[in-house]
């Protein structure tokens, strides 16, 4: 049995971590006006998470100007000590970055930075985001329609060399930690090949993702497969988490949570809070999701609790 199911025998309920994705490289501004995009909108958003219940943000940034995903580790810096000034919440930056960007640019903000978790993904992958698009008639910018368009076509690069030189540079140089992103089966036997060399030690984040078109679908039995494959890779050592993009967000994050999972939510996942109701902050996904954890008799973790079952470095060894 994994670690994340275990009570502590003394009747105590376990906790859950609440990730929040706050702005992605995912969604474009003409998809939602609620969007966070300057770096006022992505350190507001993530603080009023944290408030409302996050105990890690996961963070991307844009460029101001247009909303489109940036590198650039100067507006990374713009947001990153503001919000870790504000709250006490666990930092998590991107590795993934988005479509077009270099390893050198999706390692950028984090080498600067040096956080305690950042998100890795397990595999390269087709990625299609092309049908997010198919009800927009009046684009916002000019940028937005070639990105999700180009999903048609381009792979998310995330090869075995790739995946190794985000572990040298950033967990063994930075002791940074990760959020090991697995979309499908085989990024989970891939992560296990990294635990049996001992380049990623325990207990690992393991952050299931469901319903991206070109990974694992959204059907509870998708999630119980993934499920029931990491207990047998992993045993007792590794925390799991549960992402659902876009209407199956909540769902499957309820059923991960009464399996023993802790959730992820956010903009960066689903831009809705219900059907047809668009989400108007990361703080409204995030307090529902603690409302329904709560009804489930679970307990959320503090940002401290977090640290502690993910066993991550400390706010107070970063570089920013």
Not at 205 to 218: A, H, K, R, S
Request: overall charge neutral.
């Amino acid at each position: 049995m994994a670690e994340a199911k275990k009570s502590n025998g003394s009747g105590q309920r376990r906790k859950v971590i609440i990730t929040c994705a706050v702005t992605g490289s995912v969604h474009t501004p003409s998809m939602t006006p609620y969007l966070p995009i300057t770096p006022d909108e992505i350190a507001r958003d993530s603080i009023a998470a944290a408030e409302a219940g996050a105990s890690i943000i996961h963070l991307h940034a844009r460029d101001p100007k247009n909303g489109k995903p940036t590198p650039d580790p100067a507006i990374f810096m713009q947001f990153l000590p503001r919000i870790k000034q504000s709250c006490d919440a666990v930092i998590n930056i991107t590795t993934g970055g988005s479509l077009g960007m270099s390893i050198e640019d999706r390692l950028a903000a984090p080498l600067k930075a040096e956080p305690e978790l950042c998100s890795l993904n397990m595999g390269s992958m087709n990625f299609g985001i092309f049908h997010a698009g198919a009800k927009i008639t009046d684009w916002k910018y000019d940028w937005e329609k070639p990105y999700i368009e180009r999903t048609r076509e381009s792979i998310v690069s995330n090869t075995f060399a790739q995946i190794e030189q985000f572990i040298e540079r950033l967990g063994k140089g930075c002791g940074t930690r990760f959020e090991c992103e697995c979309y499908d089966v085989g990024h989970l036997y891939t992560l296990a090949h990294y635990l049996d060399r001992k380049m990623l030690e325990p207990p690992l984040f393991v952050q299931t993702i469901f319903g991206i078109l070109g990974g694992i679908g959204p059907h509870p039995e998708d999630l119980m497969h993934m499920r029931r494959t990491a207990d047998r890779l992993f045993g007792n050592d590794y925390q799991w988490s549960i992402l659902a993009a876009g209407r199956h967000q909540m769902t499957l994050a309820t059923i991960g949570a009464s399996m023993g999972g802790n959730v992820r939510v956010g903009l960066e996942d689903s831009i809705y809070l219900g059907p047809g109701t668009l989400a108007k902050s990361n703080a409204d996904q995030v307090s529902k999701i603690k409302r329904i954890l709560s009804e489930l008799s679970l307990d959320i973790a503090t940002p401290e609790e977090a640290r502690a079952m993910l066993k991550l470095k400390g706010g107070d060894r970063v570089a920013f």
